[in-house]
């Protein structure tokens, strides 16, 4: 049975990266990506949306030690840390996915990028991949 569909279209593809500057780089000398914009948040991650063909990665990195991105780069290493979907309506997507059985690192949703809320999945619930879901809406 056909199930409606919950999960917008995809938002971004967050990568782990050592040095930010040299991973923007290499991405637009090799791949012709558009950097379209570059920040460091409050937590001291820094952060550089660019796009790929019609695709936005999130490259993720920080100078601040101890931070939860020097933690992630020190356990997991380079590479795809998460998959980011737009969706409508955050809250109603979250009870309704937590009605199907998953499990939500945030319980609430959070302020990410551009002060949009934001909820990350448990990636055991998801065969290993982290899911974050970002409110695009009501």
Do not use: C, W
């Amino acid at each position: 049975m056909n199930q409606p569909q919950v999960l917008g279209k995809l938002n971004h593809i967050a990568v782990l990266v050592r040095d930010l500057p040299a991973a923007v780089a290499k991405y637009q000398s090799a791949f012709g990506a558009k950097l379209i914009e570059q920040e460091t948040l409050a937590n001291g991650a820094d952060v550089a949306v660019i796009e790929v063909g019609e695709m936005h990665l999130e490259l993720l990195s920080t100078r601040l030690e101890g931070s939860k991105v020097a933690k992630l780069l020190d356990e997991l290493g380079e590479g795809v840390h998460h998959l980011s979907y737009s969706v409508g309506d955050l809250d109603g997507t979250m009870e309704r996915l937590r009605g199907a059985g998953l499990r939500f690192r945030d319980q609430v949703p959070r302020v990410g990028l551009h002060g949009r809320p934001i909820a990350f999945l448990e990636p055991e619930d998801t065969f290993g991949v982290l899911i974050e879901l970002v409110g695009e809406g009501s």
